[in-house]
């Protein structure tokens, strides 16, 4: 082989090798991390009572905050604005609900038997929760100054 096609071909195999690390790294990136660094669920967990929106059709995130925790909800096509408006009134109500005490709600779709649930049930009012829309769904925060619910609030949304 002359030394050309061999320059060739050396560099065709290192082209190849730098576009196989290429494709992985951005696997890595964008699979979800299940390491406290944030969980993303394409499909939630199953519910008792069903969900306004349509979960096939969205993403969900649940981000650990050193003083708590988000919630994240987002359709994935912004087009599809029913399910938009469903996403983000679901969180509404979450919100509403959690700042009066009442996990009625979080119970009947999740079960009174949800991990940490008492506990946040319990000590709500030490725990403010923050709504913010966004243009392709919306997040609510779970926040504390008290380390012992933070853990709390963090295993409540990924039982969720």
Do not use: C
Not at 26 to 55: C, F, H, N, R, S
Not at 64 to 75: E, F, S
């Amino acid at each position: 082989m002359s030394s050309q096609k061999k320059r060739r071909s050396n560099r065709s195999l290192i082209l190849l090798i730098l576009f196989a690390l290429l494709v992985i790294t951005i696997l890595i990136i964008l699979y979800p991390k299940e390491d406290g660094t944030g969980v993303q669920t394409e499909t939630p967990a199953p519910t008792l009572l069903p969900l306004p929106y349509d979960p096939a059709r969205t993403t969900s995130f649940f981000q650990p905050l050193d003083n708590g925790g988000r919630q994240t909800i987002m359709v994935k096509n912004r087009d599809e604005l029913q399910q938009l408006g469903l996403v983000q009134q679901h969180l509404i109500n979450n919100k509403t609900t959690f700042d009066t005490g009442d996990f009625s709600h979080f119970e009947a779709i999740y079960g009174s038997d949800m991990d940490n649930l008492a506990q946040v049930k319990a000590n709500w009012q030490s725990i403010t929760a923050v709504y913010n829309p966004m243009p392709n769904g919306g997040q609510i925060s779970y926040l504390t100054d008290n380390p012992d619910l933070v853990i709390a609030i963090q295993g409540w949304l990924e039982a969720q």
